[in-house]
Each structure stands twice: as C-alpha cells, then as structure tokens.
C-alpha cells in the first residue's frame, strides 16, 4: 500500500522560499497523479496544484499560480512543490494526495508558516 511522508515545512519570512517533498514508499509513484492541498486553520482544505503521473501535465489554482511550481521526480519516487514569494495567507498545513483509480492516499501534512 502506498504511503506519502511530506516534508521540508517550516517557518519563513513573507516574500521567502520553502520547497516541500512528498516521498513515497510502498508503491511506485509512477502509477500515480499526484496533488498537493493545503488546509489553513478554520478553513476548508484548498486544491493547490496537480501533476500527472508522467509529469508532463500540471494545474494550479489561481491563489498560487507563477508562484508555486509542482514536479516530480519518479525515480526517486518524490513529488516536489517550490514555493516562492511566500505571503501570510499561505500559512496552512500542507499535504500531498496520490490517486490511481479509486484508490486514494494522503500524507498526515507538514506545517508551513509565513511570518514576520
């Protein structure tokens, strides 16, 4: 069974960088497209970009779009999202999805917060 481990959260000053990792083990990410969300306190959890499972492929959402940029690396089964030009209200935990068919995995997050 597939399971995601997101990391490379942390705390970071507004208009600064983080890139967080979405590692996978237990399957082969290659089967897989993946998807990063993000959940901010008091607020429904946010669609934030997608990637296919050959890379070729990606959407953002408009809050994180020329900002953000997801990839993926399938031999070494890690999906990445370079987050730029960080601002305040892009604080929120944020996780990674992996689908294939009707199976649907998530990881348990990694905090991300912009602050002064």
């Known amino acids: 069974q597939l399971q995601l481990v997101e990391s490379g959260g942390g705390l970071v000053q507004p208009g600064g960088s983080l890139r967080l990792s979405c590692a996978a083990s237990?399957?082969?990410?290659?089967?897989?497209?993946i998807a990063w969300f993000r959940q901010a306190p008091g607020k429904e959890r946010e669609g934030l970009s997608c990637i296919s499972k050959s890379g070729v492929s990606t959407n953002y959402a408009d809050s994180v779009k020329g900002r953000f940029t997801i990839s993926r690396d399938n031999a070494k089964n890690t999906v990445y999202l370079q987050m730029n030009s960080l601002k305040l209200e892009d604080t929120a935990v944020y996780y990674c999805k992996a689908n294939r068919f009707a199976s649907v995995y998530w990881g348990q997050g990694t905090q991300v917060t912009v602050s002064s």
């Open positions: 237990g399957d082969t990410l290659d089967y897989y497209a």
